[in-house]
């Protein structure tokens, strides 16, 4: 038994780490962990959140990790094995002093707290102040870490952007974190691409903030598919709550919810989703919560079936797999895919793994001759065993109107005649940035979005029946009697 001298140097010890080595005991939440893990394929990522959820905690822990060397045994994103050099910037002076230096170093001006933040006090070293910003770091040099084993000093620059552009020139770095949208107006052109200049050849971006500028150049640039960019989104309801080591009680998330909606609709998406504010640009209104059901684990045979898909021309593949409740006249999307980049072989086992035997509706460009074979792109899928309709979509009237799709599909959201299994996370993700820009649809990440209109389009075609799930007949040989379609 501990005697009362070494009970006291315990209780000391566990007080020192918890005071000035929070990064031992901060534990991410599973959003904050996707973002990390992101980072080991991705050179440039952003971090879209509501207000206050941890996004700008994940990118100081982040930054601490890069730092130090000290990265956490659960930590699975990029790692660097020597000493770095990275930036840190935000909007001002100020408000990377407030926010960015409060997290990685303690409260400013407070010498009491030094070291309270997310890097140890052991590790932080020299500092530079800035000039004509009181108590705000310019320079922060910090012990780096290999194997446990000290291996030369860190150095993290602060920056803001209302300096302007040069001053982000010069340097070479590891790492970059910028806490805010770094380019959401003119003045300010210019800045992010200078920042991504200075990499080394393998660095990395991160940048975290609430998207309240709607969908900008900036945000946009990482909504496109592109391989070197990642973006993970999280709301205000993916935090956890406080009995599993979240910050917020339900009360409070609902006292937040209703303020934010007291300023519109789109005031909450942005601060309360993570969401670009799209304003009277937003094409879907209805809550996610009215549209959306648990996947279906019985679906009667007479419902009509079929697949919409987006042949993914300069732009990834999508496909939608609906079924038609006729008698209450009810779409449910039931799955989709997307890829980018595959052949057509590809996509098509994708689809026949999730549901074989389907009837499968294609837009007008399935038409034209495939560059790659001698038929046309619809003949491509049909030759690896697709059940592609004779003719390309159309409405009734022999019309194509994507407006007509659009119309239709706000319709039935208006009056619970669509709903989208839970787990599409990619389908609801192209809804939530779905919008219009000076009246024209921004066709941006919207592929199985438009699988999904292509079926609205051709739903008079589809076709009742059981659905074959391949992937569960090779593995078990055959479906459970009783049951038309198995879970996933």
Not at 240 to 262: I, L, N, T, V, Y
Not at 318 to 333: I, M, T
Request: hydrophobic letters at 35%.
């Amino acid at each position: 038994m501990p005697t009362p001298a070494e009970t006291l140097e315990l209780l000391e010890a566990l007080d020192y780490v918890k005071t000035f080595r929070r990064m031992e005991t901060w534990k991410p939440y599973p959003k904050q962990r996707a973002f990390f893990r992101l980072g080991a394929t991705k050179r440039e990522r952003i971090f879209l959140a509501g207000n206050q959820v941890g996004k700008t905690e994940a990118g100081a822990f982040e930054a601490m990790c890069h730092a130090t060397g000290l990265y956490p045994e659960w930590w699975d994103g990029k790692r660097f094995n020597h000493k770095t050099v990275g930036w840190v910037a935000g909007v001002s002076s100020n408000d990377v002093k407030r926010v960015a230096q409060r997290k990685l170093c303690g409260p400013p001006g407070v010498e009491s707290e030094w070291g309270t933040g997310l890097i140890p006090k052991d590790c932080l070293l020299e500092r530079a102040m800035t000039r004509g910003v009181t108590d705000a770091i310019d320079e922060l040099q910090v012990q780096h870490y290999t194997d446990g084993q000290k291996d030369g000093v860190s150095r993290i620059v602060f920056k803001s952007y209302e300096q302007g552009r040069k001053t982000f020139q010069g340097d070479t770095i590891d790492w970059g974190w910028g806490d805010e949208e770094p380019d959401p107006t003119p003045n300010q052109q210019g800045i992010y691409p200078e920042f991504v200049t200075r990499l080394s050849g393998r660095g990395i971006i991160f940048t975290t903030y609430t998207p309240l500028y709607g969908p900008t150049d900036f945000t946009n640039r990482f909504t496109m598919d592109d391989e070197d960019k990642g973006v993970v989104s999280m709301n205000l309801d993916e935090v956890p709550d406080q009995a599993h080591g979240g910050h917020f009680s339900d009360e409070e998330k609902e006292q937040r919810k209703r303020e934010a909606m007291a300023r519109g609709q789109a005031n909450y998406d942005a601060r309360i989703r993570g969401i670009p504010k799209l304003g009277e640009g937003v094409i879907f209104s209805t809550p996610e919560a009215n549209v959306v059901e648990p996947p279906l684990d019985y679906i009667p045979p007479y419902w009509a079936k079929g697949w919409g898909i987006d042949f993914g021309i300069g732009h990834p593949f999508g496909a939608a797999l609906c079924l038609w409740d006729k008698d209450n006249d009810v779409v449910h999307v039931h799955h989709a895919y997307r890829a980018k980049g595959a052949l057509s072989i590809v996509h098509a086992a994708a689809i026949k793994r999730i549901a074989a035997g389907v009837p499968v509706f294609w837009p007008r460009d399935g038409a034209d001759r495939d560059p790659h074979g001698g038929g046309t792109l619809a003949d491509g899928y049909r030759k690896h065993g697709l059940l592609m309709y004779s003719s390309h979509a159309h409405w009734p009237d022999g019309s194509l109107s994507t407006e007509a799709g659009i119309q239709e599909w706000d319709e039935r959201e208006k009056t619970g005649r669509i709903k989208f299994a839970a787990h599409l996370a990619e389908l609801l993700e192209e809804r939530r940035y779905y919008h219009r820009k000076e009246g024209k649809i921004v066709k941006i990440r919207d592929d199985i979005l438009s699988a999904v209109r292509i079926f609205l389009m051709m739903k008079r075609f589809a076709k009742p029946g059981q659905l074959i799930d391949t992937r569960r007949r090779e593995q078990r040989g055959g479906i459970a009697a009783g049951t038309d379609f198995p879970l996933f």
